[in-house]
């Protein structure tokens, strides 16, 4: 059974950056769907990004556009988030996940908690105003 890692969560203040790696293993790197999702206390989970295996296109959240960036470590069989200009409405658990199927081509659908089966244990990022 596949155990996702997450690591790189923490305190920072308004404007500064974290950097989130998930290890997923070799197989899913190259075969899955993986992407980032996050829960702020009472709020539903929500998409922050993902990346396709098949073509490697990569997809965004709205609230997150533009701030963030999701990138593959081929040499840690790893997926990376870079968290810049964070704002204290991104303070939630974050949540990496390896879709249930092999990746054929999700799209933008990447981005849809349905297509996940395997989640990691969450860490939490806080930002301070």
């Known amino acids: 059974q596949l155990q996702l890692v997450e690591s790189g969560g923490g305190l920072v203040q308004t404007g500064g950056s974290l950097r989130l790696s998930c290890t997923v293993g070799?197989?899913?790197?190259?075969?899955?769907?993986i992407g980032w999702f996050r829960q702020a206390p009472g709020k539903e989970r929500e998409a922050v990004s993902c990346?396709?295996?098949?073509?490697?296109?990569?997809w965004y959240g709205d609230s997150v556009r533009g701030r963030f960036a999701i990138s593959k470590d081929n040499l840690k069989n790893a997926v990376d988030l870079q968290m810049d200009h964070l704002e204290p409405g991104d303070t939630a658990v974050y949540y990496c996940?390896?879709?249930?199927?092999?990746?054929?081509?999700?799209?933008?659908?990447?981005?849809?908690?349905?297509?996940?089966?395997?989640w990691g244990q969450g860490t939490q990022v806080s930002v301070s105003s």
């Open positions: 990346i396709s295996s098949s073509d490697g296109s990569k």
């Open positions: 996940a390896v879709t249930t199927k092999l990746d054929t081509g999700l799209g933008p659908e990447c981005l849809d908690t349905l297509h996940y089966g395997i």
């Open positions: 070799r197989f899913a790197l190259e075969y899955r769907g």
